[in-house]
């Protein structure tokens, strides 16, 4: 089983919709998580990250976190073609061990 | 934000060869840098843990004598691919986290090995 798992995709959503991205992670010992945005040949840049139970807002972008279901979500309002990358997913303990999951390409069509 | 660079952003090299590729935070210092690998559409496959003064901490599966790591200072980490073969061809990503942080992790901007 891998440690962050995700939805591959291709997701695909219209301009203006709501994007829904989705991790599980089976490490307990994970305190932090982390969504990253990665585009076609670059290196991965920081979205947001997220510590406690609930819901992280931050712009356009909305993280949730749910330790008891072992969940992180990432969503994404009034997606725009620009947004169209793969989306990381990440969990870190307390050793700043930090794993990746597979990661879910998007695509916002105009 | 922190800085993380990466050179060459590009290489090319005959396979047998030896090539080595640096990561620099410009900005802050970093005690562990983290080397990855990243195959085309695959995610970050994580192939060591580079520490300042002391050796690399590899995952298992990745050759250390091939992939021979030195963290000689507090802002650069080297990875050197020895005798490369076009196998190890990738997307090689170096990434540290600024010491005292709250664990964000940078990245450097990707080094591309195309092994011939």
């Known amino acids: 089983q891998k440690e962050v798992e995700q939805n591959s995709g291709p997701l695909s959503v219209p301009e203006g919709a709501i994007a829904s991205l989705n991790c599980t992670y089976s490490?307990?010992?994970?305190?932090?998580f982390f969504w990253y945005r990665q585009y076609s040949g670059k290196s991965p840049e920081l979205i947001m990250f997220?510590?406690?139970?609930g819901d992280k807002e931050d712009g356009r972008f909305t993280a949730q976190l749910n330790k008891a279901s072992q969940y992180v979500s990432l969503l994404i309002r009034d997606s725009q073609p620009s947004d169209s990358a793969t989306y990381l997913c990440a969990g870190s303990n307390n050793n700043n061990d930090m794993r990746f999951g597979a990661g879910t390409r998007l695509t916002v069509k105009p | 934000g922190a800085v993380v660079s990466q050179h060459p952003s590009r290489v090319i090299c005959k396979s047998g060869t030896s090539v080595k590729i640096e990561c620099r935070s410009l900005d802050f210092q970093a005690t562990t840098m983290f080397w990855y690998r990243q195959f085309p559409k695959q995610s970050l496959m994580l192939m060591a843990t580079?520490?300042?003064?002391?050796?690399?901490?590899?995952e298992q599966g990745v050759e250390k004598d091939k992939f021979l790591i030195n963290h000689a200072s507090l802002t650069l980490s080297t990875l050197t691919v020895t005798s490369a073969h076009p196998e190890d061809s990738s997307f090689y990503i170096c990434s540290a986290f600024k010491d005292g942080n709250t664990g964000e992790l940078f990245f450097g901007e990707g080094s591309r090995l195309t092994v011939l």
């Open positions: 997220i510590y406690s139970n």
């Open positions: 580079s520490n300042e003064g002391s050796k690399a901490t590899y």
């Open positions: 490490d307990r010992g994970s305190q932090s």
